[in-house]
């Protein structure tokens, strides 16, 4: 009988992190769910142990690098090697660009980019030294390709630096059995996206947990979807500022006439 296989997932008590969990969980897979709070850690936990998994709750904080290799000893301690690591811990700060404050790029830089890094560095040795290497899943995001003017400066900044921090690394650490995958999803319906308002090609969290391993399965270095927003983002790389910037302006123009549009007896 061949041996579960071994994953461990980051943010793993929420949204796309969760979804990986439980669709894990039923493929048998031994988890370990990685997170910050032990009470929603303890439920997604017992979920996943319905489901057919073999969960580990592992209290973790990814912007500390002590945590963050204490999570990852405790996972090989108990079963010997990580076959997949999905990167999933990530934060979503709204800030106007009125209202700019660096603390707020340094806040989601810290958990989206250097908590990714500290994950990675703990995982690289012990997974290029396991037979069979490993692979560790990134995620990123279509707002990495091009940021529109707006609440999400900091967010597309945060996603742009990890895709490229994978595109410099995969090739190098190939070689060494670790396989580097970044995945980009469009919309998704999490805690994260509450506050977003209108968000085209919306899809649910179970929805993208199941695009994100069917591509791993597949052996794709890059996961991009919807296919409709991975054609649209891409297609907005190459239109110059001026065209974002007016993108902008009508979009702030319509706020200012929604905003002086009288309320309906509906909305009162």
Known sequence: MTEPRVALV?????????????????????????????????????VARSFGGDPLAVRMDVQSPGEVSDGIERTLAAWGRIDLA???????LRMKP???????????????????AHCMEALHRPMGAQEGGGTIAVISSLAADRALAGTGAAYSASKAAISQLCDGLRAAWAEEGVRLV????????????????YM????EPEDAAGAIIDGIRRGRS???????ASLAMGALRFLPAAAIDFIYRMDRQAERRSAARPASPEER
């Open 222 to 228: 890059i996961i991009r979807f919807p296919q409709g």
């Open 98 to 116: 009125q209202e700019f404050r660096s603390q707020v790029v340094s806040d989601t830089l810290d958990i989206n980019v250097i908590g990714v």
């Open 200 to 203: 085209p090609l919306l899809m």
């Open 86 to 92: 999905l990167l999933s811990a990530g934060i979503a």
């Open 10 to 46: 980051t943010g793993g008590t929420s949204g796309i992190g969760r979804s990986l969990v439980w669709a894990l969980a039923r493929d048998r897979w031994r988890i370990a769910i990685a997170g910050r709070r032990q009470d929603a850690l303890d439920h997604v936990e017992r």
């Open 182 to 197: 970044t995945v980009s999803p469009g919309f998704i319906r999490t805690p994260m996206t509450a506050e977003n308002g």
